[in-house]
């Protein structure tokens, strides 16, 4: 099915590691967004990219890394996972005509113990 | 902070009233759209309305737009215990040319059958 693939859906991590949420779409998108999801915060955008090779901060870019080497993938790397990062992170994609909304992924429910 | 604030913030109606819900912001935009999460899920387009237009439908949504007051309106009629979900505006900032999606705090609709 057509859509946006997060993984993993859970993940569980020590203060310190690193680690990579992966994104996928299948949609031929070429915009892409990252946001983390905190209770009563709303979303708040970590990184976004308008194509491959162009990535740009949100509201929130510390403590996270992104690349677009290709159109379908957009992994969010945590550099030095901290307890504050601990969220439920969303992948979104939308094409670059005006007037279409975005696709979200299913989200990935991350804890920094 | 953020660009888009919901208003209420929970909203607890009876099947078969309607349900409104507000949204301001801050800045210029293109477009504002609407999504409806469910509970542990990820967002879903609801309806997207230019700067251009005052009023659009979908079904039994109607949103508003006043772009001198900044502020939106989304409008659910003869609810369903379906509709209980947190509904979020979002819209599209512009930031050094280019156009990235703000959501606000969302509201907490809650139908009850």
């Known amino acids: 099915n057509a859509g946006v693939t997060q993984t993993p859906k859970f993940q569980v991590l020590k203060t310190g590691q690193s680690m990579t949420l992966q994104c996928a779409q299948d949609m031929n998108h070429e915009y892409m967004s990252w946001y983390r999801q905190d209770p009563g915060m709303g979303l708040r955008l970590i990184h976004y990219s308008v194509g491959a090779g162009i990535t740009d901060q949100g509201e929130v870019p510390n403590g996270y890394n992104v690349s677009r080497s290709t159109t379908e993938d957009f992994p969010l790397r945590l550099l030095s996972a901290a307890p504050s990062q601990t969220s439920v992170y969303f992948c979104?994609?939308?094409?670059?005509?005006?007037?279409?909304?975005?696709?979200f992924g299913s989200g990935t429910r991350l804890t920094i113990v | 902070s953020q660009q888009g604030e919901e208003d209420p913030q929970a909203l607890s109606i009876q099947e078969g009233e309607n349900a409104t819900m507000n949204c301001s912001y801050k800045?210029?935009?293109?477009?504002l759209q609407w999504y409806r999460q469910n509970s542990g899920r990820g967002l879903v387009h609801l309806i997207l309305?230019?700067?251009?237009?005052r009023e659009k439908h979908s079904g039994r949504l109607r949103v508003t737009l006043d772009t001198s007051k900044k502020s939106s309106s989304l409008l659910i009629t003869a609810s369903r215990a379906a509709d209980t979900a947190s509904y979020f505006c979002a819209t599209d900032a512009r930031t050094s040319g280019t156009y990235k999606y703000i959501f606000g705090t969302g509201t907490r609709l809650k139908v009850l059958a």
């Open positions: 309305i230019r700067s251009n237009e």
């Open positions: 800045t210029s935009i293109n477009n």
């Open positions: 979104a994609s939308r094409g670059a005509r005006a007037g279409y909304g975005y696709t």
